[in-house]
């Protein structure tokens, strides 16, 4: 069964460049920004069904998207993982994440960035 929602992602970098004087004099350049990132957001989960597999396994599809022009032009991310419930308390996740965003700073000076980040993720989720 499918789950909806909505949310927030924050957001925050920063860099420093010092240029050490030698021939030309030193200088030292700082910029940083942070954001918050309004999201939509569903994931759907399905127990795969015993006999080939033992009981306890399952598949997780997770999507959200947002920004819209508040804090990041856009923001999405998507994740697809393999999950196994050893016990009640503790369930744990392989799979695959795409996150990306595209934002550009306001405020006198250039700072942008537009990021996709991709890759293999392994994850445990606890239950208390």
């Not at 080939?52 to 997780?60: D, H, K, Q, R, W």
């Not at 196994?84 to 960035?113: E, M």
Request: net charge neutral; charged share 10%; aromatic share 16%.
């Amino acid at each position: 069964m499918p789950i909806w929602g909505v949310g927030f992602r924050a957001w925050g970098f920063s860099s420093n460049l010092t240029l050490n004087p030698g021939i030309l004099p030193g200088t030292s350049v700082n910029r940083s920004a942070s954001w918050v990132d309004p999201l939509i957001g569903g994931r759907y989960h399905i127990d795969l069904p015993t006999g080939f597999l033992p009981s306890g396994f399952g598949l997780t599809g997770y999507g959200d998207v947002g920004g819209f022009g508040v804090g990041a032009h856009s923001d999405w991310q998507l994740i697809g993982t393999v999950d196994y419930t050893p016990t009640p308390w503790l369930n744990l996740h392989l799979g695959y994440r795409s996150l990306n965003f595209d934002y550009t700073a306001s405020g006198g000076f250039d700072l942008g960035f537009n990021v996709h980040m991709k890759g293999p993720i392994l994850a445990a989720t606890f239950k208390f």
